[in-house]
């Protein structure tokens, strides 16, 4: 049995695999301060009443203050060594980038998953923390991709720094014209994201392939799946499937 763990800037993700079924998930919220005994705590009473027997485990971050954390709270809960993502992996992609070391790992993960589940060439959008795109040509390179702030991340913005204006619910507007401060801020949100999206999908599949899948994951990808112009799939757990798929690669498990 396999315990994966992707940890985010904004979440934990937490899976169990046997072999290759997700038979589990769940996630908490992730902070920094907390300790290695804190998450274990965690971790233990949720695993303790499933009872799992773990034999293997993996883990991705883009967090680097709690990589030892979580390689530590392996060895001493679980007595096991994980694997921890990276680009030196066997990731069944070939990363085209200058400084490899600098390619998140939740990147490399959906590529992996998104390459094996669905075939290049691929556009993957994770609408997280940060909205991540991606492309993978259909010789399964990894080109690179973009990088930009997330809807939530805006939405605290936007209270943040500006006197006056409220954090507002995050929602599909029903127009793109707001009739009230609350509703212009929504529609503001939600169609700066989907034009943008439009705007880049439009690009790259002008600049390389227009066969191209679009796969979308991340907590608003439901949201915005039906105002992207374009036929995509929607893989929610795109990133844990990832995980499990390079355990693979390189342990032939």
């Not at 940890?7 to 301060?33: A, M, P």
């Not at 203050?65 to 993502?85: A, G, H, Q, T, W």
């Not at 060439?121 to 040509?137: E, K, R």
Request: a positive charge; charged letters at 20%; glycine letters at 8%.
């Amino acid at each position: 049995m396999l315990l994966a763990i992707d940890i985010g800037n904004t979440n934990i993700v937490i899976g169990v695999f046997q072999d290759k079924t997700l038979l589990d998930k769940w996630r908490i919220s992730t902070q920094i301060n907390k300790t290695e005994d804190e998450y274990m705590s965690l971790l233990d009473s949720y695993l303790n009443k499933k009872k799992y027997h773990f034999h293997s485990g993996i883990i991705s971050s883009v967090v680097p203050s709690l990589d030892k954390v979580f390689e530590n709270l392996f060895k001493k809960m679980l007595r096991i060594k994980p694997i921890i993502v990276s680009h030196k992996l066997n990731l069944g992609i070939h990363p085209r980038y200058k400084n490899p070391d600098e390619i998140g790992a939740d990147r490399l993960v959906n590529a992996a998953a998104a390459c094996k589940l669905y075939s290049a060439p691929l556009i993957i959008i994770d609408f997280g923390t940060a909205i991540t795109v991606c492309y993978v040509d259909k010789d399964n390179i990894y080109h690179g991709g973009l990088i930009l702030p997330g809807i939530n991340l805006m939405r605290h913005l936007l209270h943040s720094q500006t006197a006056k204006l409220p954090e507002v619910e995050i929602v599909k507007p029903d127009w793109i014209i707001g009739e009230n401060t609350e509703k212009a801020i929504q529609a503001g949100l939600f169609y700066q994201t989907a034009g943008s999206m439009n705007y880049i999908i439009d690009l790259l599949l002008k600049k390389y392939d227009k066969k191209s899948k679009i796969i979308l994951t991340g907590g608003q990808a439901s949201l915005f799946n039906d105002h992207l112009g374009h036929k995509t799939i929607i893989e929610h757990d795109l990133t844990l499937k990832g995980l499990q798929i390079i355990f693979s690669l390189n342990t032939g498990g």
